[in-house]
């Protein structure tokens, strides 16, 4: 069972280099998000998907993008990497039906220096 | 303004040693408060979901409960394994099912 997949696991960026972190999940699930865990700050909601084309803005969108033109994929993209993007970025999805869980990648850790 | 606030930031406990950790919430329109654990260098892993004041869940050395304004993790003679940082979530009623975490506990079982 593959659930959510994130690639990469790490990366280190320059500052004003962009980058697409992937994320694709198996579970047919039509909610996917995007969320960045910095230390002592819990989970903060960058983006999120209630399907396929139709996204939204969360708790942190600046700075960032994203797309969803397939069920399983859910990119985030980087345009411009400021210091202030070095986190751990974690996908997640959930099914439709309300008060089910979300099922979370491995996560990515970024840094931009 | 949707919050969700839990406490302690860290706990150390010995095994054996119960303890419950805090999670409030001023929410408008819950839809279900969500327990999570999170070992280092992973992603979190579902725990618990709890609907309306008054549910418990368990599972093994672990329940939570609910009420109108926070929940409880209760750990009973936690072992070293134990030992993550447990976060709650809450999803509430708007736009898609989005689910707004507090800071997480750290929680450390000495053998």
């Known amino acids: 069972n593959a659930g959510v997949t994130q690639t990469p696991k790490f990366r280190i960026l320059k500052i004003g280099q962009s980058m697409t972190l992937q994320c694709t999940q198996d579970?047919?699930?039509?909610?996917m998000y995007w969320y960045r865990q910095d230390p002592g700050m819990g989970l903060k909601l960058i983006y999120y998907s209630v399907g396929a084309g139709i996204t939204d803005k969360g708790e942190v969108p600046n700075g960032y993008n994203v797309s969803r033109s397939t069920t399983e994929d859910f990119p985030l993209r980087l345009e411009l990497a400021a210091p202030s993007q070095t986190s751990v970025y974690f996908c997640a999805s959930s099914d439709i039906t309300w008060r089910t869980e979300a099922f979370f990648g491995q996560g990515t850790r970024l840094t931009v220096v | 303004e949707d919050q969700v606030t839990q406490s302690p930031e860290a706990l150390r406990l010995q095994e054996g040693e119960s303890s419950s950790l805090n999670c409030s919430y001023t929410?408008?329109?819950?839809?279900?408060l969500f327990w999570y654990r999170q070992d280092p260098g992973k992603g979190p892993e579902f725990l618990f979901t709890l609907y309306s004041a008054g549910e418990e869940k368990e599972k093994e050395r672990l329940k939570a409960t609910l009420t109108k304004k926070e929940s409880f993790l209760h750990i009973t003679a936690p072992k070293p394994e134990d030992s993550a940082t447990y976060l709650c979530?809450?999803?509430?009623?708007?736009?898609?099912?989005?689910?707004?975490f507090g800071t997480g506990t750290s929680l450390t079982v000495i053998p």
């Open positions: 579970m047919n699930h039509n909610y």
């Open positions: 979530a809450v999803q509430v009623e708007s736009g898609g099912n989005q689910f707004y």
């Open positions: 929410v408008s329109g819950l839809r279900g």
